[in-house]
């Protein structure tokens, strides 16, 4: 059994895999060593473990991480991985977009893919046919848009997205929301549409906290999975103890 850690800068996201599969998932504020001997007292079968973290680990972390389970990973840039990475500064590249492009690309490999992760920002990572990554980019997401208009302007209140259905505002309030929401459909949607003209066989992946908003509201056929970036670091971790 595979033990997932994803440590973002204000939650821990953990997840348990067997045979490529995921058995559990959850999150929690932080990752102590008390819940690595807690999680191995309750799955002796815990062999490998993974820790992707943007923030910088504990070093009795790892060190426990080490006394516990057999083969131990913390994610760099450096860190061996199934698809050959074309980006020209990995150490730049955060493991979290690397991890999504990686988990799509295992659930449909030798398949051109586009990841879109909304959240507080949107990022879009594409990998071709060859298994290669080739790279990405990176907007505001959908309440980072709503904050800077309040934020940057005297007069424009914050406010968050909302069902309207009106296609152009009728009010200020109306205008902000849909001016956001659709901005970020149609962004979305003109990736898709300029990507399918050179990999007419394009399949999509939507993820992220804001991915069931935006779901049904993309024209295109897309598959929605939340978790796309803990798939990708149990590959990178039978990769890499194969």
Do not use: C
Not at 53 to 69: H, T, Y
């Amino acid at each position: 059994m595979n033990l997932i850690i994803d440590i973002g800068n204000t939650r821990g996201k953990v997840a348990f895999f067997s045979n490529g599969k995921m058995n559990a998932s959850f999150s929690q504020s932080d990752i102590t060593v008390e819940d690595l001997k807690k999680w191995k007292q309750n799955h002796p079968e815990l062999e490998n473990v993974i820790i992707s973290s943007v923030r910088i680990l504990p070093q009795q972390l790892l060190v426990e991480a080490n006394a516990l389970f057999d083969n131990v990973i913390e994610l760099t840039h450096s860190t061996p991985v199934p698809i050959q990475n074309l980006y020209k500064t990995p150490e730049t590249l955060g493991a979290d977009r690397l991890a999504a492009a990686i988990g799509a690309n295992s659930l449909h490999p030798d398949t051109p893919i586009l990841i879109v992760d909304a959240g507080t920002a949107i990022t879009y990572e594409l990998v071709n046919d060859k298994n290669q990554y080739l790279g990405g980019n990176i907007s505001p997401g959908l309440n980072t848009r709503f904050k800077a208009l309040h934020h940057f302007t005297g007069k424009l209140p914050l406010l968050k997205a909302d069902e309207i259905n009106a296609h152009m505002g009728q009010n200020t309030a109306e205008a902000i929301i849909q001016g956001v929401v659709i901005g970020m459909v149609y962004e979305i949607e003109g990736y898709i549409n300029q990507l399918k003209m050179s990999y007419p066989k394009l399949k999509v992946f939507l993820t992220g906290g804001d991915a069931n908003f935006f779901d049904k509201k993309l024209k295109n056929s897309i598959f929605v999975d939340f978790n796309l970036i803990m798939y990708g670091l149990n590959r990178i971790l039978e990769f890499n103890v194969k």
